[in-house]
């Protein structure tokens, strides 16, 4: 009998071993390996394929300190954002610093990385030192708050920051842009609804530099690294032709966006009889498309969801860019340039040709005379020779896509990203833009929510009271 009970509490013992190491070995494996996923309707964690591309071609580590409490605004939502940058690479390292529980840590962090505002997010690397507070990190509806009303998140911008900060200490040297003036483009400063004051303050947190420039000189400034052209209204001097080419001629990239010439104001810029030497055709038209029709929108204003294969187009598959009152622009052969069409019309889209009738309202149609569908209204192109440091150019035949107006509305925002990453020569920046998080509400009429106190109060507590009768009553038989 002895024997017995010795071999049952052997094997017993066993047992409870192995189920421990087995319940060991699971969470082992659990924790080296496991599946991440996002289940907010807007997928409001889930990374854009630009910061993946980013965080995967890291070479030096990135060290982020957190400076947030847990009962922070928005402490919740960066940490959970942040776990998904580092289960994408191990090169970034995060570190979570509560104010009120470390004051004297806290207090030498702050002074080691500078820190001098509440609720912030430090981003290092070598030297370099990028900072990110809890304000830029969403946007707020403040519609109700006369009525009582708490701000409502309409908009969390937490990657669009983060990878941009990463960005930042990554990446020592700050590619500059340029934007002309003096013919009537659209100001990088302007705030107005045909100003790019938005689209710059979205390069700048690319890391890009923002500076205008005016060619009159003769010259393109020495440390230009993108030059574009938004719109001009007026032809552009020969001298400041000249410099333009001379710019492309020495491994220069510009992005340049040409509207359709109509009204008084405007004029042929000059520039396109210059492109047509880097494999870039400009049409004299005003291209519609009845099969892109917008409601309530005249024909003039095109939206495409037709792209090409390029660097600057292969993220664009299921988007659309609007474009209102657009030319076409088009490939042609240029010794010792490679140019690629980016985006189309429908087959049902042209490039009206008689641009008189239109600015008199008169009714057109498509006739031999016009630039036949499917009608391309943006061009990348390259010099054939050594790419990487050889001139750049994208050309798209509208400039308002870009502005206050419209720089918001479907992929117009991506593609700009794409052209000017790509002449950058920063690819590894390619890809969409942050989606912003959808609100759900929930709304209960009086006899649901009667229905759910009920429950609540009477059926759960009865249910666990009628059970326990059931139980004694079995034991007392």
Partial sequence: MRKEIVVAASSTSLAV?????????????GFRHYVRSDWTGSQMYSLSDKSVNILKDL???????????????????????????QAVSPKVTVEYIDPDREPLRTQQLAQEFGV???????FAAADRKKYVTSD??????????????????KAFKGEEQFTSAIMGVVNPKMPKIYFTTGHGEADPDGPAEGGLSQIKEVLKRDNLGIEKTNLLSGVVPEDCDLLVVAG???TFAPNELTAFKAYLDRGGRSFVM?????????????????LRGYGVQVNEDLVVDPGRRLPFVGLESVYATDFRSHPVADAMQGLAVLLPVARSVTTVTAPGATSTILLTTSDQGWGETD??????????????????PPVSLGVAAQSEGDKDKGWRLVVIGNSVF?????????????????????????????????RAPEQVNLFLNASQMRNILLISLVGLPGLAILAGVMVWWRRRR
């Fill in 355 to 372: 641009l008189q009738s239109i600015a008199a309202r008169k009714p057109v149609a498509k006739d031999a005379k016009d630039t036949q």
């Fill in 402 to 434: 870009l502005s206050n107006a419209y720089e918001g509305n479907a992929g117009n925002q991506n593609l700009a990203l794409n052209a000017i990453n790509w002449l950058v020569k920063r690819e590894q920046a390619l890809g969409i833009a942050p």
């Fill in 116 to 122: 001098s505002v509440a609720n912030t997010v430090v």
């Fill in 136 to 153: 830029q990190l969403a946007e707020y509806d403040y519609s109700g708050y006369q009525m009582g009303q708490a701000p409502k998140m």
């Fill in 258 to 274: 040409l509207d359709p010439v109509l009204g008084e104001r405007a004029a042929p810029s000059g520039l396109e009889t210059l």
């Fill in 59 to 85: 070479k030096d580590p990135v060290r982020v300190i957190v400076f947030m409490t847990s009962g922070s605004p928005l402490f919740t939502e960066a940490k959970e954002l942040l776990s998904r940058y």
């Fill in 232 to 234: 001009p209204r007026a």
């Fill in 17 to 29: 071993v192995l189920a421990v190491a087995l319940l060991g070995m699971v969470n082992w494996l």
